[in-house]
């Protein structure tokens, strides 16, 4: 597998800057490019001779900056494109106040042309030099029409100035004011574009934070105890660190002393703080309300669940959705299409009324009202936002692509055990049918220890209690989806504990749920009872108003699943099915309607893979959430579901809302400069704030109301 990179880019304005990057990146070999404007990171991976310093060289040929680890530490409190804005100002203001005040210095055509040359400068040093690259590698983007329009006026007003300087007629020629405040202009949208961008990342930039908190590691030396304050960057594994009220955790461990009262909402969502005691695993980045705890640290630096959910929402803001092809196919032939109506309308303005003056102002107006920007950041802004509201509400959604698929779910499936219950397992109606009671419940312990079923860990915790050894030595134990586990112990005995289908004659106990049995001989039985989650039949009213189908699709007995079924209303259930039967069910749903599954067990990562939107709980099994889309972090309160569907939904919405708006403009706006009723400066304004519309719709996503 090839090493993943990560390069700070300074200088990405928009999606086309992306692109362009992304598509020398691939040309040299490169695999699994992502680019994050708003943060500036560029991702990818170097395969066979690909070499890292050519890549550089290319991004930096480009007309961009990468940065080494010193250049990043620097901090400005103004970016360079604030800079750049506010010289220009300070220039364009004189020129523009022109129009207005009847000094005469201000209207002397030299004067006018030494106030814009800086401004001209800057435009060239800025969008020139991206045009320029751009063009080279036969990707034009919107700096070439900025650059185009704004070096005709200035053009336009030198060659005036030559020809007719000294005489009345050289005043009909003068738009430098036109050319410096189209550079001007633009320069304040991509100020408040660059702003806006940034806020969009505000969600990984909160949960950023979190990872670099103090830790006080308690060490050892000559017998003497002694705390020593050290960066979470230098804890190790197996370090034990003391964490008191008001502490946040500096990495995921496990309580070794005493129990605290935890507030792990930026995780989880779970806006209540969570009671922890011995051996209760802990997060890193969460904060300690209450209490005083010795944490022994299990996980640190990019192994960390904190660092996990970062990395999961920094690849999911680079995947896109399908929605978003057709804003991408029009922004690759967009920039071409513009110049070609810009030449048009001069060459029909010229033919039709022989103004050459009005034929130059038309054309540049179309030139600057048109923003294929727009088009490029109305899906990654939103969607954004959106990953980014949804993490911190406890939920991690792999990708824009499966954000527009939750937008369009019509049926979902749901497991029982363990997803619509507790997974917090009673056992009752424990019966002996041979031997002895100790002796049956020590094979059951041996043999639930090497599961990681839900069922089975409430069986180890409840036998545990009851201080059942379970030291029995296994051999060639194997778990069987659906049915159990079976082992072999040091005399040769055949054990087993599971459902009634690998038995001969079930029928015996028709009752019970789990069997143990002993070289085929049936020694107990016992049945399993637990409890629907927290809001569980809220969550249900909800999908039925939106007219969602929902599915019950378990391994657990027919009776179970149908009180289950009843209670909630779900439409349609299934019960005592083996995984292969789950795969056929979930793909025959799929056939019919765009499906999600939700689960959370071992036997449930086919079916989740299976389904076209697979969904996991955060107590899930590593298979179930390498296999689904979307995690909840929260898997106590179904709430965190409906909520994910919600965002899913509003994101989506947001994103047609975007692209609706880029189009909308583009098509409105063009035809309006095309017939001359645009002034450049108007049509400056207009291109520089469109971008801001699309990001701030996408911003509106954070405090909208949309949980109902």
């Known amino acids: 597998m090839a090493d993943k990179t990560i390069l700070s880019v300074e200088g990405m304005t928009c999606s086309d800057c992306a692109r362009g990057i992304e598509k020398k990146l691939l040309s040299r070999g490169a695999e699994n490019v992502h680019i994050n404007v708003a943060d500036g990171e560029v991702e990818f991976e170097l395969v066979g001779n690909a070499d890292l310093n050519h890549a550089v060289a290319d991004i930096e040929a480009l007309g961009f900056n990468v940065l080494d680890a010193e250049e990043e530490k620097k901090v400005s409190p103004y970016s360079p494109i604030e800079k750049k804005f506010f010289w220009a100002v300070l220039f364009t203001i004189p020129l523009f106040l022109h129009m207005f005040i009847p000094w005469a210095p201000l209207h002397h055509p030299l004067v006018q042309l030494v106030l814009s040359l800086p401004v001209m400068i800057i435009g060239l040093n800025y969008f020139g030099k991206s045009a320029w690259h751009s063009l080279k590698q036969k990707m034009p983007n919107m700096d070439v029409l900025i650059t185009m329009g704004s070096s005709a006026a200035f053009i336009y007003s030198l060659i005036g100035v030559f020809l007719y300087y000294g005489t009345e007629t050289v005043s009909e020629f003068l738009f430098f004011e036109t050319a410096a405040t189209i550079i001007t202009l633009v320069l304040l949208g991509n100020v408040i574009e660059h702003r806006s961008v940034k806020k969009t990342s505000a969600s990984i930039k909160e949960l950023s934070k979190l990872q670099t908190v103090p830790a006080r590691i308690v060490t050892n030396v000559n017998g003497v105890e002694k705390i020593v304050v050290i960066e979470s960057e230098e804890l190790k594994v197996n370090d034990i660190i003391q964490v008191n009220t008001g502490d946040r955790i500096a990495s995921d461990g496990i309580i070794t002393q005493g129990t605290a009262s935890i507030d792990e909402s930026m995780i989880s969502g779970e806006s209540l703080p969570l009671d922890k005691k011995l051996n209760d695993a802990v997060i890193g980045g969460t904060l300690i309300k209450e209490g005083s705890i010795r944490i022994k640290i299990t996980a640190i630096k990019n192994k960390t669940v904190l660092a996990q959910i970062i990395e999961l929402v920094k690849q999911a803001r680079s995947s896109k959705p399908k929605i978003q092809l057709a804003g991408d196919k029009v922004s690759a032939i967009f920039v071409p299409v513009v110049i070609s109506i810009a030449i048009l309308t001069a060459v029909l303005w010229v033919l039709i009324t ?115 050894g379970g030291n029995l030595e296994l051999r060639n134990v194997i778990e069987e989806k659906g049915i159990g586990i079976k082992a072999k112990d040091a005399n040769g005995n055949k054990l087993f504990a599971g459902s009634a289908n690998s038995l001969s004659n079930p029928n015996k106990v028709a009752q019970a749920d789990i069997y143990i049995s002993k070289n085929n001989e049936l020694i107990a039985s016992f049945t399993i009872q637990d409890d629907l989650k927290e809001g569980i039949e809220v969550a249900f009213q909800k999908l039925k108003k939106q007219n969602i189908k929902t599915v019950l699709l378990s391994g657990d007995k027919q009776n179970k699943c149908h009180a289950v079924a009843e209670k909630l209303s779900i439409d349609e259930w299934h019960a005592e099915k083996m995984p292969h039967e789950k795969l056929e069910i979930i793909k025959k749903e799929n056939d019919n309607a765009l499906t999600a599954m939700v689960g959370d067990g071992i036997n449930d990562a086919p079916s989740l893979s299976q389904a076209s939107v697979g969904i996991s709980l955060s107590n899930a099994t590593q298979a179930a959430i390498d296999s689904s889309e979307v995690v909840l972090l929260n898997d106590v309160h179904m709430e965190t579901f409906t909520k994910a569907l919600q965002i899913g939904k509003h994101t989506y919405m947001t994103i047609k809302q975007n692209l609706f708006w880029a189009f909308f403009y583009n098509v409105f706006a063009i035809p309006i400069a095309a017939f001359g009723l645009l002034n450049p400066l108007v049509a400056a304004l207009g291109m520089a704030f469109s971008d801001v519309v699309v990001i701030g719709n996408s911003l509106r996503l954070r405090k909208k109301k949309i949980f109902k």
């Open 354 to 468: 022989g103004n050459y003056q009005q034929a130059m102002l038309s054309a540049i107006a179309v030139l600057v009202i048109s923003c294929p920007c727009a088009m490029g950041l109305a899906t990654p802004t939103a969607v954004s936002v959106g990953l980014g509201r949804a993490a911190r509400n406890g939920i991690l959604i792999k990708g824009g692509e499966t954000v527009e698929k939750i937008a369009q779910l019509k049926t979902i499936v749901f497991d029982k055990t363990g997803t619509l219950t507790t997974g917090k397992f009673k056992m009752e109606n424990f019966q002996v049918h041979q031997g002895t009671e100790q002796e049956a419940k020590e094979i059951l312990l041996a043999l639930e220890k090497n599961s990681s079923h839900p069922i089975a860990k409430s069986i180890v915790t409840a036998l545990q209690n009851e201080n059942i």
